[in-house]
């Protein structure tokens, strides 16, 4: 017998209804076995609340207490839920203003609804309702609407043909309306908004166990305070240590190629004086300027093993910055690399010095890092190998070098980012800018370091608020090579390794984020998930904060700054996978700075950006990548 197209319809729209039906009993025996996880206290933004009672008067007295120790949450509220019909609950006192660094509590009486309890109490405010989840419905309820509805249109859609079929699924998706709105969706944080849920079981007289759920809501007002801002480096600068000297130092092509690499800010080192005038020419016409001159006069003054007087020092100091007064692209006067603590004297002298006769510049000095041993620094530990430099010889900044990467592609040691985080603690201490200087060349125990590392390197700096970034080194002379040095950026030859390359891809992105990071300055810095083995000392584990709130996700590293923005940076250097995470409490305004056009943008139109089936904002970075963002 031949069955008819209608027939075939009608039979397929039952088989798929039938099925989705089936689902709701399964899906209550799946919630009816599991049992809640309770959560009776919890923290966040600096507010702690806890969920407790006790029996009174044939009832339960349900106590929130709030613990505020942030200066940006106000206006608290609670909301309380029970799983159990038949109950009545009446506020008796709340708190709904508890300043920083007090305490505060919501208090109820819970008790078995009867004819006497409804006509002695007044109901406590629709906050609390009946039932457990949004609008007095169960979850189990909220998903056998869902399914229920969908059954009915996946049946309407198949069975009924042409014009029948349209007009079915027009009137199913216009009575599905109030059912959507009565689905309590998440606050959009652009509001600021902020919760703690709290949930636990407690034994009622007469009704059994009661589990209840309070919702701690408060305005988080954040607003990031404006620091002091630091002196000593006026704008960001991509800068290397050690670049050509001898004829290449006086060849326009070399210096041309040093522009062109997109480095904006460079030392002449290790160059006569008349050599060093020549270089500034070219240097202006190529738009550099020189970030340290090491003069030959003031190098045997660093290094000088008799003891000189101020007033000598003064002398040489006024003779050097008067032989070069005609060159305006000077920035610093470079004076020692990696002193011990004996030369911090000789070092505070030709700072007073060139703070009389060339106030307008800056010296550099570049100091250890904190894996030199105790007879290099001169001090007992690395703490106060800073604290006596910084007041011996009062510098305009901090600089540093740290190469971190071996031969395989690891890491040598551990202390990258406590060094990064000792270095940023002494500079604010003392309102001084910090400089790093990382790894480029390959040499030694220390490794050929990849386009992510060299990413890595950068936007870990940045984070932390480092005003300069230097690749440590642009050139190589025959002598490095003959010891086993390779890929800088130039060859003893003039010729260009692939690292010439890759700082030339990385100054694209780099300079312009730098410049952008460096206008700010640096509150905070945090390392998002971890155990102790990858949260290296001193270091911070990321809670929620300002206006990013929760994250969850890999490792990151979060740094923050005074104008509410923060910048994201993968903490992986190596592989292809991308690394993510969950903005929890964003869902709108997030705008990101977009390093082609140096502008701000809508957060979704990069593509490291997305949003969840649940509305948040989620992000994925290559290995070494960053993102600054910020919340309008």
């Not at 604010?428 to 990413?455: E, P, R, S």
Request: proline fraction near 3%.
């Amino acid at each position: 017998m031949k069955i008819s197209p209608n027939r075939k319809r009608l039979a397929a729209a039952t088989v798929a209804a039938a099925m989705i039906l089936l689902l709701i009993p399964v899906f209550s025996i799946i919630t009816s076995g599991l049992e809640p996880e309770f959560n009776p206290s919890d923290a966040r933004d600096g507010v702690k609340a806890d969920l407790s009672a006790s029996p009174i008067d044939g009832g339960l007295e349900i106590t929130v207490n709030i613990n505020n120790q942030s200066e940006y949450a106000k206006d608290f509220r609670v909301s309380l839920s029970y799983e159990k019909e038949g109950l009545l609950l009446t506020e008796k006192s709340s708190s709904s203003s508890i300043a920083n660094g007090e305490t505060g509590s919501f208090v109820y009486l819970l008790k078995e609804k009867t004819a006497e309890t409804e006509a002695t109490t007044t109901e406590a405010p629709a906050t609390t309702d009946e039932g457990k989840g949004c609008g007095g419905c169960s979850a189990f309820t909220g998903i056998a609407v869902g399914l229920s509805s969908l059954a009915a249109v996946v049946f309407l859609s198949v069975a009924l043909p042409g014009k029948k079929r349209l007009f079915c699924l027009l009137f199913a998706c216009l009575t599905a309306i109030p059912l959507l709105g009565g689905i309590t969706l998440p606050s959009d944080a652009a509001s600021r908004d902020r919760s703690v849920t709290l949930s636990d079981k407690f034994s009622l007289e007469g009704v059994g166990e009661v589990v209840l759920t309070a919702e701690v809501t408060f305005t988080h007002d954040f607003s990031e305070k404006k620091v002091e801002g630091m002196t000593g480096l006026d704008r960001f600068e991509l800068t290397y240590y050690f670049g050509p000297h001898g004829d290449l130092i006086t060849t326009e092509s070399v210096i041309k190629d040093i522009a062109d690499c997109g480095f904006t800010s460079v030392p002449l080192e290790y160059n006569s004086t008349e050599s060093n005038k020549i270089a500034l020419t070219l240097f202006k016409k190529y738009g550099l300027t020189c970030s340290a001159l090491q003069d030959p006069r003031i190098m045997n003054i660093s290094y000088s093993q008799t003891p000189l007087t101020q007033e000598q020092v003064d002398a040489v100091v006024k003779e050097v910055v008067e032989d070069y007064k005609d060159f305006d692209n000077i920035r610093g006067w470079w004076i020692y690399d990696e002193p011990a603590k004996s030369r911090f004297e000789i070092i505070a002298m030709l700072n007073e010095a060139f703070g009389k006769f060339s106030p307008d510049k800056k010296t550099v000095i570049n100091l250890f890092p904190n894996y030199a041993k105790d007879s290099q620094l001169g001090t007992d530990g690395y703490e106060k190998y800073l604290s006596t430099f910084i007041e011996t010889t009062k510098p305009d900044f901090l600089s540093y070098d740290y190469y971190h990467f071996n031969q395989t592609g690891g890491t040598v040691r551990s202390g990258y980012f406590t060094n990064l985080e000792q270095i940023r603690k002494a500079g604010k201490a003392a309102g001084i800018d910090q400089m790093a200087i990382v790894l480029l060349t390959k040499h030694m125990k220390y490794g050929n370091v990849t386009d992510a590392q060299i990413a890595w390197e950068a936007n870990t700096c940045l984070a932390y608020g480092m005003k300069h970034v230097s690749f440590f080194t642009y050139a190589l002379d025959q002598s490095l090579v003959d010891q086993g040095w390779s890929d800088a950026c130039i060859a003893p030859d003039g010729s260009k390794y692939e690292h010439y390359y890759a700082i030339q891809r990385t100054a694209k992105w780099l300079v312009p984020l730098g410049r952008e990071v460096a206008a700010k300055e640096s509150t905070a810095v945090f390392h998002l998930r971890g155990s102790a083995e990858n949260i290296e000392q001193g270091c911070s584990r990321y809670y929620s904060y300002g206006d990013l709130g929760k994250v969850d996700g890999g490792r990151f590293l979060i740094g923050f700054f005074d104008d509410g923005s923060f910048m994201f940076v993968n903490k992986f250097y190596s592989g292809n996978e991308e690394n993510k995470a969950t903005l929890l409490d964003l869902r709108d305004g997030l705008e990101y700075f977009d390093t082609e056009s140096a502008e701000w943008k809508a957060a979704e139109s990069s593509s490291a950006v997305a949003k969840d089936e649940n509305g948040n904002y989620t992000l994925s970075l290559a290995p070494g990548a960053s993102l600054l963002l910020r919340v309008k």
